[in-house]
Every structure is written in structure tokens, then in C-alpha cells.
């Protein structure tokens, strides 16, 4: 079956650092795969995708790449900001379908 | 625009009681709607999706149901709850075109506790 394996948080890093959060996944085929986060009090929100393999998805200073080799989808931002705290989740999608899988989600804190 | 609400934002409930948990979505018609849940310490579980009114697919045997009486309308349900259905549970809806499948949009979430 499908799943996503993602770093235990929290994450707790000071402002302007190098973020790096760490997802690896298993599926059949060529899924889809996502960033999905969740700022305090609200509802998830896509943050970026990614379709096929090499594939970079990118959004806010955001950036993740399809690696199919590793199967991996690591999220990185060059310099966090305090607003960038929440919890992120990783997660895929066989293609075509909205029924995602998702990994347990990582906290990321930022201290300024 | 497109908007989903979600209610309550918190519940508690004793075990033993009933559950319903409501969504809705206005600005589009025949959403795709989805109700996941989180547990602690575990990831995002997708429990039902509905492709259409009447239309319920369960993606995991439980405790719970779901229902769907009207188009943008959807409901989550327990006759009576267990310990282990607290959690976390979002209502997400999509647009049911291939192109445009994999884009979910959440609610806000309701944090059940049952005790």
C-alpha cells in the first residue's frame, strides 16, 4: 500500500536559517506528491505539488523535488521567518485521485 | 469564491454518545468531499469520500458514517463513540475534473476529545 514517512518535529530553528524537513514515501506507480500546511487555527492549505519525477514544486520561498530515485520529497526554504511556524504535512496521491496519503505531519518552530 | 465551513471547532463528548459533525461548501456545485481524520501521534486518515449526494465510499472499517443529503452537504456520524475516536477531523472538498483532481481544500478542523 501507500504511505509517507516524514521527520519527527518539532523543529525549532531560529529566524532567517536553512529549513530542511525530510519525506519519503512508498506507492505503486507514479504518484503525485504534496506539502500541505497547517498555521495555527486554521485549516490545511496546499503549499506545493509536484507531478512526475524531477519535478520542483515551489511556493513562498518553498521549494520540493520529485526525486523518484529516493523517493523522496524533502521540503527546504533558504531563510525561515517566524510566520513560516505550523505543522507541515507531506503526502502523495496515486495520479489522478484525490485520495491522499498523508505522513504525520512535522511542527516547525521559528524564535526570532 | 469558493469557502468550506466546518463545525464545531471543539467538541467533548462522554463514551456512549452520539456524533454528528457537519460540512459545507459554498461557491461551486458536485464537489468531490472527503472527511479525514488525525489521531495523535499518527498521520492523516482519510475515513469517507463522496463523488455525488448518496454517494459514501469508506476507505476504513469504524466506529463512524457518513452522509451526504445534499449537494454541498456533509455529514459525519457516530451512534456511539469510542475512546479511540478522538482526534482531529477535517472536511476537504475537491473539484471532481481530472486535471484539477488533486487539489484538496480543507475546513478548519474539529478536535474531538471523548472521555
Known amino acids: 500500500g501507500n504511505s509517507v514517512t516524514q521527520m519527527e518535529g518539532p523543529v525549532t530553528l531560529s529566524e532567517e536559517a536553512f529549513l530542511t524537513i525530510n519525506c519519503t514515501y512508498t506507492?505503486?506507480?507514479?504518484?503525485?506528491l504534496f506539502w500541505y500546511v497547517q498555521y495555527p487555527g486554521e485549516g490545511l492549505q496546499l503549499l506545493l505539488k509536484?507531478?512526475?519525477?524531477?519535478d520542483k514544486g515551489s511556493n513562498k520561498g518553498f521549494e520540493a523535488t520529485y526525486r523518484k530515485e529516493t523517493t523522496s520529497f524533502h521540503l527546504e526554504k533558504g531563510s525561515v521567518q517566524v510566520s513560516d511556524s505550523a505543522v507541515y504535512f507531506c503526502?502523495?496521491?496515486?495520479?489522478?485521485?484525490?485520495?491522499?496519503?498523508f505522513g504525520k505531519g512535522t511542527m516547525l518552530l521559528v524564535s526570532p | 469564491s469558493q469557502t468550506i465551513h466546518q463545525w464545531p471547532a471543539t467538541l467533548v463528548q462522554p463514551v456512549g454518545s452520539p456524533l454528528s459533525l457537519e460540512c459545507t461548501v459554498e461557491?461551486?456545485?458536485?464537489?468531490?468531499l472527503y472527511w479525514y481524520r488525525q489521531a495523535a501521534g499518527r498521520g492523516l486518515q482519510l475515513l469517507f469520500y463522496?463523488?455525488?449526494?448518496?454517494?459514501i465510499s469508506s476507505e476504513v472499517p469504524q466506529n463512524l458514517s457518513a452522509s451526504r443529503p445534499q449537494d454541498r452537504q456533509f455529514i459525519l456520524s457516530s451512534k456511539k463513540l469510542l475512546l479511540s475516536d478522538s482526534g482531529f477531523y477535517l472536511c476537504?472538498?475537491?473539484?471532481?475534473?481530472?486535471?484539477?483532481?488533486?487539489?484538496?481544500?480543507f475546513g478548519s478542523g474539529t478536535q474531538l476529545s471523548v472521555l
Open positions: 476537504a472538498w475537491s473539484v471532481p475534473r481530472r486535471q484539477e483532481d488533486e487539489k484538496l481544500f
Open positions: 506507492a505503486t506507480g507514479y504518484p503525485s
Open positions: 509536484a507531478t512526475k519525477a524531477d
Open positions: 503526502a502523495l496521491s496515486p495520479s489522478g485521485y484525490s485520495t491522499l496519503t
Open positions: 461557491g461551486t456545485s458536485n464537489p468531490n
Open positions: 463522496s463523488v455525488g449526494i448518496g454517494q
